[in-house]
């Protein structure tokens, strides 16, 4: 019910757009957060947008060089991503969350999401 795509094989530096697409869900009613997982790493909270856009939340690790956004009229988020480095390679995952709002700072608990996509990749090497 959520596919991700846009991930690839960027250098340092780049930039990427992931999009997040739901199907069988009406995002209206949903808050939305990117997970990533590193190779042999836990499940990492990126970000998580409201419904209404009205809040955010980032890991201190992408703060200032991500951002979220969402298009509730295509039913889709967002994560831009620019100056990536190595450290971002990982797989990405949107997950949504059965509430308006983010969890606040427990945004990064992947266990309090309901619906995940099956993941994009994104590596960033030189």
């Known amino acids: 019910q959520l596919v991700e795509s846009g991930g690839a094989l960027v250098q340092p530096g780049d930039s990427l757009r992931l999009s997040c697409v739901a199907s069988?869900?009406?995002?209206?009613?949903?808050?939305i957060a990117w997970f990533r997982q590193a190779p042999g790493k836990e499940r990492e909270g990126v970000s998580c947008?409201?419904?209404?856009?009205?809040?955010?939340y980032y890991a201190d690790s992408v703060e200032g060089r991500f951002t979220i956004s969402r298009d509730n009229a295509k039913n889709t988020v967002y994560l831009q991503m620019n100056s990536l480095k190595p450290e971002d390679t990982a797989v990405y995952y949107c997950?949504?969350?059965?509430?308006?709002?983010?969890?606040?700072?427990?945004?990064?608990?992947?266990?309090?999401?309901?619906?995940w996509g099956q993941g994009t990749q994104v590596t960033v090497s030189s």
């Open positions: 997950a949504a969350i059965t509430s308006v709002s983010c969890p606040g700072i427990y945004y990064n608990e992947y266990e309090r999401y309901d619906y």
């Open positions: 069988g869900l009406t995002l209206d009613y949903y808050a």
């Open positions: 947008i409201s419904s209404s856009s009205s809040s955010s």
